[in-house]
T-cell receptor, first 112, second 114 residues
């Protein structure tokens, strides 16, 4: 079955630097991949979606890449700010059942 | 617009008790979902409703039932709560299944079964 791996250790980044988070998956490539942000005690909030035929997607300070050869997506936040501190989740949509499969998330801490 | 509203936000149950988690969305979405989130694990789908009048099992449906009451409302029922059902429950909705659309989440229900 499809598995998703996100770094379970918190990522500490200095304010102003670029934060890069990784989402790796096993088996076959998904139809698309989504990234969400989750703050403590809140539900996830959608950030970006990238399809299997797209290599890169940008939105303001956010950039997502999708490498189907490496079976990996990278999520970048440039010019990071303390307000970017949160847990970031990736989710894959599988063609077979049109359901999202979720990673456990990576906690990002931006230090002033 | 309120988006997705879940009630209650917190609940403590004794083993064997039953309860219903309520969820309503005001975005006219077709699809609705119930997930549970446990520490160190990704969100796991319990049940979903692709459209009004339909419901289907997700990855972890045992011990749960759902009702799609109408297009707006999707409830999750625990008939006989067990400690293993201690979790944070999220309801979500999306415009048209999961295809090419984002999911909108409620704030969650933190459930403890003692």
């Amino acid at each position: 079955s499809q598995k998703i791996e996100q770094n379970s250790e918190a990522l500490n980044i200095q304010e102003g630097k670029t934060a890069t988070l990784t989402c790796n998956y096993t088996n076959y490539s998904p139809a698309y991949l989504q990234w969400y942000r989750q703050d403590p005690g809140r539900g996830p909030v959608f950030l970006l979606l990238i399809r299997e035929n797209e290599k890169e997607k940008r939105k303001e300070r956010l950039k997502v890449t999708f490498d189907t050869t490496l079976k990996q997506s990278l999520f970048h936040i440039t010019a990071s700010q303390p307000a970017d501190s949160a847990t970031y989740l990736c989710a894959l949509l599988m063609d077979s059942n049109y359901q999202l499969i979720w990673g456990a998330g990576t906690k990002l801490i931006i230090k002033p | 617009n309120a988006g997705v509203t879940q009630t209650p936000k917190f609940q403590v149950l004794k083993t064997g008790q039953s309860m219903t988690l309520q969820c309503a969305q005001d975005m006219n979405h077709n699809s609705m979902y119930w997930y549970r989130q446990d520490p160190g694990m990704g969100l796991r789908l319990i049940y979903y409703s692709a459209s009004e009048g339909t419901t289907d099992k997700g990855e972890v449906p045992n011990g749960y039932n759902v009702s799609r009451l109408n297009k707006r409302e999707f409830s999750l029922r625990l008939e006989s709560a067990a400690p293993s059902q201690t979790s944070v429950y999220f309801c979500a909705s999306s415009e048209q299944g999961a295809l090419n659309t984002e999911a909108f989440f409620g704030q969650g229900t933190r459930l403890t079964v003692v």
